[in-house]
C-alpha cells in the first residue's frame, strides 16, 4: 500500500511538473546583428571562366560566419537571428556556441513589403488617404481590404467596393501597424532548450546565394608594343539586400563542386497587381498618373530575388572603390586559391566593390593578328582580330595564378590615354599561356579568292589564294587557322604550315603597308 500511495504521489508531482512545464511560454531572444562577420565570395559555378559577372542575376554564392552574443533565459527560447542575407540557403546554416544545442531552426520572417502589409490586413481596416494632383488637398477615408495583393487591391469603403490606384489621384494606404511575423530584416531562427540563463557567443555559418566576383585587369601598353604595366582588380558584387559592415572578406578562385540549392526566395510577398476598369470621365491626366503609380507601385510590391541587382541598367551599378595601397593577400586553399582582403571592408547590398590584387610592370608579351577560315570556301575582306599574348612566368614580370575576369588595354598616344579594347581572361595557373582578344582591327585584313579548277569535269580539285593585307605603320605578326569539313583534304600550300588546335595554321609577319599570300588546294573526296 505505502509502494503504490508513492507511485501515485510521484505521478502526481511528474504531472504537475510537465503540466507546468507546458504551461511555460516559449521565450524570444532577438540578436539584432553580428559583432563580427566574415564573407567568403565564390563564382557563379556555371558561368564560364571567361565569361564577365551578369550584373543583374548574380549566380554566384557567398559562405557567410558571423558572431554574436546573445543573452538566453532558462526554459524552451526562440533565439532570432535578425540581419541575415536574404538569399540564405536555410538547410545550410550551421549554429555553434548554445550551451544546450539546437532543437530544430527555421528561415521564418516574411520581410516587409507593400504586398507583405496588405495580405497582413486582408479583412482589416486601414485609413485610404488621397491627395487631389490640381489643388493638393488630402482626404481620409475608412476602409477594409478585400482581396490579397494578387487580387486587385479592391476596398470596402463607406461608398461600397473600388479599386484603388484607380482614380487617377494619388492614392496611399495608412496602416495602423505592422502585421504580427513581418520583420523589416531577413531573420533566422532557432530553437533551443536552456537549462540555466547564460550569456553566450554564438556562431552562425550558411551559405546564400545572389553574391559573385571576378578579376579586373588593366593593361597599359608601352610604346615599343612588346611591354605592358598590368593592374589587377579583385571585383566583388552583393546583390543581396543586406550589408556586411566591416567584414572581413575573401573570394575563392576555381570551382569547388556545389549542386543547386532552393534558397529563401518569396519570403517578400510577392508583386501587387492593379487591375482597372477604364471610364469615360477619366482624363488624359488621370490615365498619366494612374500609370506612374502603377509602375511604381509594382516596383515597390515586387519581390526582388536575392541575385538581382536593385537598378537594371548597369551603368548605374555603383561600384566602391578601395585605396590602392590595400591589396588582396593571395593565399592557397587546398587545390583552390583564397584572395583575402587584409583589412574589413564593408560590403554593401545592391553594390560592387573593387580591392587592388597586383601590379606587375613591364610584363613581355606579343601582340598577334588572328583569324580562322574554312578550307574550301571563299570570303571577302574581312578584319583580323587583335590579340595579347604572354606566357604567366616568371621571365615575363609574372608568375602568379591569374584568377578569371576582363582585361582592358590602354595606351598613351601623344598625351592621351586611349582605349585600344577589352577582352575576357581565363583561369591561368603559373606556366600557361594567356591569349585575350581585345578588337578587330580595321588596317590587317584577310580575303580569300578561289583561283581556277583543276579538274575540270567534277572539281574534285579547288585551288585558293588566302591574302594578308597590312596598311598600317608597324609590321604585324598574323596567324591564320585554316580548318576543314570532313570530305576535304588540305595541301600543296605554298609556305610551310604549322598545326594548332586540331587545325593547320599559317604564321607570318607581314611588313607594315604591305602584302602577303599562301595558295593551298582543297581535294575532296567522293566527287
Do not use: H
Amino acid at each position: 500500500m505505502m509502494q503504490r500511495a508513492l507511485c501515485a504521489i510521484l505521478c502526481v508531482i511528474w504531472t504537475v511538473s510537465a503540466s507546468a512545464q507546458s504551461d511555460i511560454p516559449r521565450q524570444i531572444v532577438t540578436s539584432d546583428a553580428p559583432s563580427s562577420v566574415s564573407v567568403t565570395v565564390y563564382r557563379n559555378p556555371d558561368r564560364k571562366a571567361d565569361d564577365g559577372m551578369d550584373l543583374n542575376y548574380l549566380g554566384g554564392y557567398a559562405l557567410i560566419t558571423e558572431q554574436r552574443t546573445v543573452s538566453l533565459p532558462a526554459g524552451e527560447i526562440d533565439l532570432r537571428f535578425e540581419g541575415v542575407a536574404g538569399g540564405i540557403i536555410p538547410q545550410s546554416a550551421i549554429v555553434t556556441g548554445l550551451p544546450d544545442g539546437v532543437i530544430e531552426k527555421n528561415r521564418d520572417a516574411a520581410l516587409l513589403s507593400p504586398s507583405a502589409l496588405l495580405n497582413g490586413y486582408l479583412g482589416r481596416g486601414v485609413t485610404i488617404r488621397r491627395t487631389s494632383a490640381a489643388t493638393g488637398e488630402t482626404r481620409e477615408y475608412e476602409a477594409q481590404i478585400r482581396t490579397d495583393a494578387s487580387g486587385g487591391m479592391v476596398v470596402q469603403t463607406g461608398e461600397g467596393f473600388e479599386a484603388l490606384q484607380c482614380t487617377g489621384l494619388n492614392e496611399t494606404i495608412v496602416y495602423p501597424s505592422i502585421p504580427q511575423g513581418l520583420s523589416a530584416k531577413p531573420t533566422l531562427s532557432v530553437k533551443s532548450l536552456v537549462a540555466t540563463p547564460a550569456r553566450a557567443t554564438v556562431t552562425l555559418s550558411y551559405l546564400a546565394s545572389g553574391f559573385d566576383w571576378q578579376a579586373n585587369y588593366v593593361a597599359e601598353i608601352a610604346d615599343d608594343g612588346r611591354t605592358m604595366n598590368l593592374f589587377a582588380w579583385v571585383t566583388l558584387a552583393n546583390g543581396d539586400e543586406t550589408s556586411f559592415l566591416d567584414a572581413q572578406t575573401q573570394t575563392v578562385a576555381g570551382s569547388p563542386n556545389k549542386e543547386d540549392d532552393d534558397t529563401a526566395a518569396g519570403f517578400a510577398g510577392g508583386e501587387i497587381s492593379l487591375r482597372c476598369w477604364p471610364q469615360d470621365t477619366t482624363s488624359d491626366v488621370a490615365v498619366q498618373q494612374f500609370d506612374r503609380a502603377r509602375s511604381e507601385a509594382r516596383y515597390m510590391g515586387k519581390a526582388m530575388p536575392a541575385p538581382m541587382m536593385a537598378m537594371a541598367d548597369e551603368s548605374d551599378q555603383m561600384v566602391m572603390v578601395t585605396g590602392s595601397r590595400m591589396m588582396a593577400r593571395q593565399e592557397d586553399l587546398g587545390d583552390l586559391k583564397l584572395y583575402r582582403i587584409p583589412l574589413p571592408v564593408t560590403f554593401a547590398s545592391q553594390s560592387q566593390k573593387q580591392v587592388a590584387m597586383f601590379e606587375k610592370e613591364a610584363v613581355s608579351f606579343e601582340q598577334v593578328y588572328q583569324g580562322e577560315i574554312w578550307a574550301g570556301r571563299a570570303a571577302g575582306s574581312r578584319p583580323l582580330e587583335t590579340m595579347l599574348r604572354f606566357k604567366n612566368d616568371e621571365q615575363n614580370q609574372l608568375g602568379l595564378p591569374l584568377p578569371a575576369g576582363n582585361l582592358v588595354a590602354f595606351k598613351t598616344v601623344q598625351g592621351a590615354r586611349l582605349l585600344l579594347g577589352e577582352g575576357n581572361v581565363g583561369d591561368k595557373a603559373i606556366g600557361e599561356e594567356a591569349e585575350i582578344v581585345i578588337s578587330e582591327s580595321p588596317l590587317v585584313r584577310y580575303e580569300v579568292e578561289q583561283l581556277d579548277a583543276e579538274d575540270i569535269e567534277n572539281r574534285s580539285r579547288l585551288r585558293f589564294r588566302l591574302k594578308i593585307s597590312n596598311a598600317s605603320d608597324l609590321p604585324a605578326m598574323v596567324e591564320i587557322a585554316i580548318d576543314a569539313d570532313d570530305d576535304e583534304k588540305l595541301g600543296k600550300p605554298s609556305s610551310r604550315l604549322s598545326r594548332k588546335n586540331g587545325m593547320a595554321l599559317w604564321r607570318v609577319t607581314v611588313p607594315a603597308g604591305s602584302e602577303k599570300s599562301l595558295t593551298y588546294a582543297v581535294k575532296r573526296s567522293g566527287n
